[in-house]
């Protein structure tokens, strides 16, 4: 059986594949031969989850699912949020890393969360699923597994940030494994 994923990033797909692994083979756009940069032009995730999700079901005919995700700080009116990818200006994870410990420097609440929005299409029929981990922000980068922002977002209940925990267990915990753990839900019940 296999899924496809609207995703142009490794990282998101590595994660999708080891949550998948056993029972669904996942294509990723770059497997379908699609190199689009898919418009995000949405005011939410859950809108562009849904722009990724549709323009490959215009363009290739065939179900999939989009990931649409960011970090939402509490001290940063929920920033970086939608524009995660491109924070500073440009998508580079460090830049805008970067970017986000100047913004938090001296400030004391550090809380915030990461969200995942999937959007599913099957049979044209449109479902989302949400997934959200709280957490806070750290006032250093530390680990070096992962992406984003991982480095500095440490869960709530643990002592090590998302980049030093092993993918294994930010899967056992993350945005996007709860958003996925509802879409596989769902999808055997579907079966
Ligand atoms: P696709 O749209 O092709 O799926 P993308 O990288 O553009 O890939 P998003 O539009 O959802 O994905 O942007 C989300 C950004 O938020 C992403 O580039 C990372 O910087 C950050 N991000 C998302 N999930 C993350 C995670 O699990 N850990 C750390 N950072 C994450």
């Given amino acids: 059986?296999?899924?496809v994923f609207a995703t142009n990033n490794q990282h998101k797909t590595q994660?999708?594949?080891s949550l998948?692994?056993?029972?669904?083979?996942?294509?990723?756009?770059n497997d379908i031969g699609c190199d689009a940069d898919i418009p995000e032009t949405g005011s939410s995730f859950a809108e562009n989850a849904a722009l990724k999700s549709?323009?490959?079901?215009?363009?290739?005919?065939?179900?999939?699912?989009?990931?649409?995700?960011?970090l939402e700080i509490e001290a940063l009116n929920q920033e970086p949020g939608i524009f995660s990818a491109r924070y500073s200006g440009i998508r580079n994870d460090q830049e805008n890393l970067s970017l986000v410990l100047r913004k938090m420097e001296g400030q004391?609440?550090?809380k915030a969360r990461f969200r995942t929005v999937i959007s599913l299409i099957r049979n044209q029929e449109h479902f989302l699923f949400e997934g959200i981990i709280y957490g806070n922000i750290r006032e250093t980068p530390a680990g070096a597994q992962g992406f984003?922002?991982?480095?500095?977002?440490?869960p709530e209940g643990y002592t090590q940030t998302f980049a030093?925990?092993?993918m294994e267990q930010k899967n056992r915990i993350s945005h996007r494994a709860l958003a996925m753990n509802k879409l596989i839900?769902?999808?055997?019940?579907q079966a």
Wanted: charged share 30%.
């Fill in 1 to 3: 059986r296999e899924l």
């Fill in 15 to 17: 994660e999708v594949r």
């Fill in 20 to 29: 998948l692994l056993g029972q669904y083979k996942v294509l990723n756009l």
């Fill in 54 to 70: 549709q323009y490959v079901v215009d363009h290739y005919r065939i179900d999939c699912f989009a990931d649409d995700s960011g």
């Fill in 108 to 110: 004391s609440n550090r």
């Fill in 148 to 154: 984003g922002y991982d480095p500095i977002f440490e």
């Fill in 164 to 166: 030093e925990m092993s």
């Fill in 185 to 189: 839900t769902f999808l055997k019940e």
